[in-house]
């Protein structure tokens, strides 16, 4: 496990309920700065078709949009840093807003055949796909009806394997 993952979101309401529901806490120390992305992240991360990307309103609600594309739409530009292609979609910009005044972000991302979870912890920056011309005809998917309007990189800070418990199994049509 990666340590400052935890030691990020063990806050002090946290650690309350920990010794309340189980008599002890655990309260994380001495995490590095940041965790990098490995290997088996990598993997696990080029073979998503999808992920859930949670953002912070600035009335403090979080919004969680769910975010789809061939396997690997989602690329590790660097063991700190993953990008991907913002499309054109219905207009409502509810991310991109959020991550304007907080660029805070969590992604789940959900391998349910094999009952796997991967949570990553970052901090997110949104920029025009005009300014990366290059980098669009990387990301984008051929043969995508809607254009890349937007490139969201976001700067790792840690990540969690969460345990395979009560993740139901589910199968794309392609595994089936």
């Known amino acids: 496990m990666a340590m400052k993952y935890l030691e990020t979101m063990t806050t002090e309401s946290v650690l309350r309920a920990q010794q309340q529901y189980y008599g002890h806490a655990a309260n994380i120390t001495d995490a590095p700065e940041r ?10 991360i080029a073979a998503r078709d999808s992920f859930y990307l949670g953002t912070v309103s600035e009335t403090g609600w979080p919004y969680v949009q769910h975010r789809g594309g061939p396997k690997g739409f989602l690329r590790l530009f660097n063991p700190s840093t993953l990008v991907f292609a913002d499309y054109q979609g219905n207009r409502q910009l509810l991310s991109t807003g959020n991550l304007s005044v907080d660029d805070r972000v969590s992604l789940f991302l959900m391998d349910y055949a094999n ?12 920029e025009h796909a005009r300014s990366h011309p290059d980098l669009v005809t990387q990301l984008v998917t051929p043969g995508m009806r809607a254009r890349a309007e937007r490139i969201v990189f ?16 589910r199968y794309s049509l392609e595994e089936v």
Do not use: M, Q
Not at 35 to 44: C, N
Not at 154 to 169: E, G, M, Q, R
């Open 35 to 44: 965790d990098l992305l490995g290997g088996g992240e990598a993997e696990f």
């Open 115 to 126: 009952r796997t979870r991967l949570k990553i912890l970052g901090h997110a920056r949104v």
């Open 154 to 169: 976001i700067a790792v800070l840690s990540f969690d394997w969460n345990c395979p418990k009560y993740i139901t199994p």
